[in-house]
C-alpha cells in the first residue's frame, strides 16, 4: 500500500501535479524558459561594475547604500552570483556615473567629451570649412578620410561616401 502512494506521488510529480504534500514539478519545456539562474553573461555584467566602482573609487557598501541594497547582495551582483534587474543596472550606472549600456557591454567605452572651442579654434574652424568648400568632391572624400585617421575615428565604407555625395 505504502508503495503505491510513493508512485502515485511521484506520477503526480511528474506530471505537474500539486497535492498538499509536494510541490508541482515544471515540465522541462517551462523550467528552461523560466529559468532564473545566473549565466555567464550576469558575470561579465558584474565584472564590469566592478571595474567601474573601483575606477570611481567607491566601496562597495557605498554604492549599495547608493543602489539601496545590502553589502552582500552588491557582492553577489559583482561576482556574477545573482542576476541583476534592468532597473537595479540603471541604479547602479547612475551611482557610478556612466551610462548603463557600458555596464552590459553594447556601446565602447565612453570617450572624453570634446573640448570646447575657443576663439582661436573657431577662427581656424571657420578657415577650415572655407578651404574645404572650394575643394572638389572627390578630394573632400579624400580629406574626411584622413581627418578621420588623424583623429582615430573608424572609416567610412566606399559605398557610403559615394552615397553621401
Known amino acids: 500500500m505504502l508503495s503505491d502512494t ?3 506521488l511521484r506520477m503526480q510529480n511528474q506530471a505537474g501535479v500539486s497535492n498538499k504534500n509536494s510541490a508541482p514539478v515544471a515540465s522541462p519545456s517551462e523550467s528552461s524558459l523560466n529559468n532564473r539562474s545566473a549565466t555567464s553573461a550576469d558575470a561579465t555584467v558584474g565584472e564590469r561594475i566592478k571595474k567601474f566602482r573601483r575606477a570611481a573609487g567607491h566601496t562597495q557598501k557605498q554604492v549599495a547604500d547608493l543602489v539601496g541594497v545590502t553589502g552582500a547582495q552588491f557582492h553577489r551582483y ?5 542576476r541583476v534587474a534592468a532597473s537595479r543596472l540603471m541604479a547602479i550606472a ?3 556615473g556612466i551610462r548603463p549600456e557600458q555596464l552590459i557591454g553594447t556601446v565602447a567605452e565612453a570617450a572624453p567629451p570634446p573640448a570646447l572651442l575657443d576663439s582661436t579654434s573657431t577662427d581656424a574652424l571657420v ?3 572655407e578651404v574645404y568648400s572650394s575643394v ?3 578630394r573632400r ?3 574626411l578620410a584622413f581627418a578621420r585617421a588623424v583623429a582615430g575615428l573608424p572609416q567610412e565604407h566606399p559605398q557610403e561616401a559615394a552615397a553621401a555625395e
Do not use: Q
Not at 78 to 82: A, D, H, P, Q
Open 94 to 96: 547612475k551611482a557610478l
Open 141 to 143: 572624400s579624400a580629406l
Open 6 to 8: 510513493k508512485f502515485s
Open 78 to 82: 559583482e561576482t556574477g552570483t545573482t
Open 136 to 138: 572638389d568632391a572627390r
Open 127 to 129: 578657415e577650415l570649412v
